[in-house]
């Protein structure tokens, strides 16, 4: 018998411990390297954001993924690692881990990132020299400790940007989780002990995700939220205090404002290895973050590639694991049904070993679906519902206003010589309208041409918009922000400026805008089984007229990025988020292809049908459609039966069933409690 294939992983964090899991279920051995003596990396430091209600935080998932790793059979975990050399041909690679030496058929790099150096990047913010300046993450260790309530800073500042989106220090880049991050451990503060007095200062607030919107708004009223970085941060004369000195962007004035505390929102710098990087052939971009190896079956994935959230991460882990089972040949991947039409989504399946059915429905579960086109049924191994933007309905804009997303509006305001594009004033926070803004204004490039772009926020956080907003700004475009909506005329705009505080008039030639987008006519999608049999349609009509706003994936980390409560179906596109940008919306696509590249491993559910009582408990639980009614002809009544292609392993129906008539091939009810227990605890 064949030897079975060893693949390396270089890095346990959120990407190298879902890469290794991937790579696991995929059917090869995997040898998981760490350089700490730990498991999880950064993210295992940060912890539940919860409120009376999950934040999407994402923190338990490297909890979760740290023991399924531990207890998983093909999974060999080896940490204070090395990695000195590897040798060998193309097909007969070598890894040198110290004086071990390890064949590999392949080797993911995930080692992650590390916090900026505010210390000596950036002094005047006084951490290591001020009392009372720390970083997040050490407010969030006594948060979760429990003794930052013991004794609690009567006020409490909020500082982000620390090492980032600053061309000064060399880092004129979005770390694009530190905003987000912030808010949801002040939310979360302010839940436990909101006698304590928070403000939090921002240059412009950036999303990673959906929901932005009412994040901003709930710590809207609980905090302060100051557009103004500091220029400084010093030591209360006399006192023990710091110091916030800054200028208000909005208003233009300056301020001192003594804290009893001030939290820096560290960015995320490129990690430095100067040796695994010669061994690999590894390339950096610009900002020493790595875009590539020279090396066979060398692949990256997570935040070492460039800063991205634990959720990012961890998808990007399974991506990288999807492609090396691709390349290694493990695995043999079928049919997938694309319904709604995505040529792009079609090529990708296609690159990635898939073929795509172009599909108006789907049937089935899990393991047995059945796509329906119109010549014929199809099965396949899931589904990909597709939203294209271009399908949405666009909300009405005020008058004189073009839609920044159709073709003739942006067409017209690429030749008008004076043009406004307008932001996120008549619409949930979108960070494709930003990216559309500021490659228009890119765009305009007329001797005579003038733009303006205004909105509340600017939108950087991918890489390369930083770069292009400065591009923009440095060949004229002036980018005004507003609290509110200007007033809107033919070719006139009325706006308080806020630095001046006078009311001002801007006369142009052109005004466009990003509209709120929503459903068609028509474009419906029910995820839940139970109320269509296990049928999931989009772009026909349901009886209950749901709209698809309602009907969204329900936020869940545990979701991901394109997952549904339907095993084997996902979402992506406008359906998944109406906001999201291109990079966003690309990670979703391929997020959802790895996932169906491999089965789900960890043993099925059975039901003992001497004990069910077909209470139909399991049946109503069941997102999967797993469970279902059969007739047992020597008890000559129905029992339940779960399907073993349908069932996922999640051990939900063990835990519920009444009668204990469920089992589980790997987990008892006890050991699924405590589980529960323990995540719930953390």
């Given at each position: ?166 061309s000064a220090i060399g880092r004129d880049y979005c770390s694009r989780v530190c905003c987000t991050y912030a808010l949801r451990l002040a939310r979360a503060i302010h839940h436990r002990i909101p006698e304590i007095e928070m403000t939090l200062f921002y240059q412009d607030l950036t999303p990673a995700g ?473």
């Amino acid at each position: 018998m064949a030897e079975i294939p060893r693949a390396a992983v270089i890095g346990a964090g959120p990407a190298g411990l879902a890469a290794a899991l991937k790579l696991a279920d995929g059917g090869l051995r995997v040898l998981l390297l760490d350089a700490e003596d730990r498991l999880g990396g950064s993210p295992f430091e940060f912890g539940c954001k919860a409120t009376d209600r999950c934040a999407n935080c994402y923190a338990c998932l490297t909890l979760q993924q740290i023991r399924d790793v531990q207890t998983h059979e093909s999974i060999e975990v080896v940490t204070a690692a090395r990695v000195t050399d590897l040798t060998g041909p193309p097909d007969g690679r070598v890894l040198h881990i110290g004086d071990r030496q390890e064949p590999v058929s392949g080797v993911i790099v995930a080692t992650g990132y590390r916090l900026a150096e505010v210390e000596t990047a950036r002094p005047d913010y006084g951490l290591g020299a001020v009392p009372g300046v720390g970083t997040a993450l050490e407010l969030e260790k006594r948060f979760r400790s429990g003794s930052l309530g013991d004794s609690p800073p009567r006020t409490l500042a909020f500082v982000q940007c620390a090492g980032s989106r600053d061309s000064a220090i060399g880092r004129d880049y979005c770390s694009r989780v530190c905003c987000t991050y912030a808010l949801r451990l002040a939310r979360a503060i302010h839940h436990r002990i909101p006698e304590i007095e928070m403000t939090l200062f921002y240059q412009d607030l950036t999303p990673a995700g959906a929901g932005f919107d009412a994040l901003v708004a709930e710590c809207e009223s609980i905090m302060a939220l100051r557009r103004g970085l500091p220029a400084k941060v010093y030591q209360e004369p006399g006192g023990a205090r710091p110091i916030v000195c800054r200028a208000d962007t909005l208003t233009g004035r300056i301020s001192e404002e003594p804290y009893d505390e001030v939290a820096l929102s560290v960015g995320l710098w490129a990690r430095e290895d100067p040796e695994l990087e010669s061994v690999l052939g590894l390339a950096k971009d610009e900002h020493g973050f790595y875009e590539g190896s020279s090396q066979h079956r060398v692949l990256l994935a997570g935040a070492c590639r460039g800063p991205m959230s634990i959720g990012e991460a961890s998808e990007d882990g399974r991506v990288a694991a999807a492609e090396l089972l691709r390349r290694v040949g493990t695995t043999v991947r079928g049919a997938v049904a694309i319904i709604g039409e995505d040529e792009h989504a079609e090529a990708v399946a296609r690159r990635e070993g898939f073929e795509p059915v172009r599909a108006r429905a789907m049937s089935g579960v899990a393991g047995a679906f059945i796509a329906e086109t119109d010549e014929a049924a199809v099965p396949v191994v899931g589904g990909i519902f597709v939203g294209r933007r271009a399908d949405a309905e666009e909300e009405p804009l005020p008058p004189h206003v073009r839609s920044l997303y159709s073709k003739s509006g942006y067409g017209k305001a690429q030749s008008a010589r004076r043009v406004a594009i307008l932001l996120d004033f008549w619409a949930p926070y979108s960070r494709i309208a930003h990216e559309k803004a500021l490659e228009l204004a890119a765009s305009r490039t007329g001797e005579k041409q003038r733009t303006w772009i205004l909105c509340r926020h600017a939108f950087t956080g991918e890489q390369g918009l930083e770069a292009l907003m400065t591009q923009v700004r440095e060949s004229g475009t002036a980018i005004i922000h507003l609290p509110e909506a200007p007033e809107v005329e033919s070719g006139l705009l009325t706006y308080v400026d806020p630095g001046m505080g006078k009311r001002q008039e801007l006369k142009v030639d052109l005004i466009v805008a990003a509209p709120s987008l929503g459903p068609t006519s028509g474009q419906l999608l029910d995820l839940d089984a139970h109320h269509l049999n296990g049928r999931a349609r989009l772009g026909a009509a349901h009886p209950t007229e749901t709209p698809v706003e309602e009907l969204q994936p329900p936020s869940n980390p545990h979701l991901g990025l394109s997952g549904t409560p339907r095993e084997g179906i996902h979402v992506i596109g406008w359906l998944r988020d109406p906001g999201a940008s291109r990079e966003a919306a690309r990670r979703a696509e391929a997020a959802a292809l790895a996932d169906l590249a491999t089965p789900r491993q960890g043993g099925r559910a059975e039901v003992d049908p001497a004990k069910c009582a077909i209470c139909l408990t399991c049946i109503r639980a069941c997102p999967h459609s797993a469970p279902v009614a059969i007739y047992d002809e020597e008890r000559e009544r129905d029992v339940s039966f779960i399907q073993p292609e349908a069932c996922v392993s999640c051990g939900l129906c063990v835990s519920l069933c009444p009668a204990s008539a469920i089992s589980h091939s790997n987990h008892s009810d006890e050991s699924i409690a405590r589980n529960l227990e323990e995540l719930h605890a953390e």
